[in-house]
Nanobody
Framework: QVQLVETGGGLVQAGGSLRLSCVAS????????MNWYRQAPGNQRDLVAS???????NYLDSVKGRFTIARDNGKTTVFLQMDSLKPEDTARYCC???????????????????WGQGTQVTVSS
């Protein structure tokens, strides 16, 4: 019913920048909050950045001052601008959204978390 698709990952040298995008589509009534997570092999999954429907943001301490999360005016797309990248930022980055959507009966309002497939970010030293 709802799909999240991330783009923008890639290979970059340390100190470089990348901009990730995550587009939500489907029978969306409202997206309450959107988040970026990352996970490197052998590591736990970390919440990198989050943004509420009101625009309030939060960041992982290690990315504060380097990463910026933002949403478009339609609020179905979330961006993660990543500057001054470090090798330790290397991970698979996944988008997550808390979504209210129209149920299959085309009448009920449902709500759940959705995840994208992720996009790989590799930072070389």
């Amino acid at each position: 019913q709802v799909q999240l698709v991330e783009t923008g990952g890639g290979l970059v040298q340390a100190g470089g920048s990348l901009r990730l995008s995550c587009v939500a589509s489907g029978s969306i009534l409202k997206i309450h909050g959107m988040n970026w997570y990352r996970q490197a092999p052998g590591n736990q999954r970390d919440l990198v950045a989050s943004i509420t429907s009101d625009g309030d943001t939060n960041y992982l301490d290690s990315v504060k001052g380097r990463f910026t999360i933002a949403r478009d005016n339609g609020k179905t797309t979330v961006f993660l601008q990543m500057d001054s990248l470090k090798p330790e930022d290397t991970a698979r980055y996944c988008c997550n959204a808390d979504v209210s959507y129209l149920g299959t009966d085309h009448y009920s309002t449902m709500r759940r978390d959705y995840w994208g497939q992720g996009t790989q970010v590799t930072v070389s030293s």
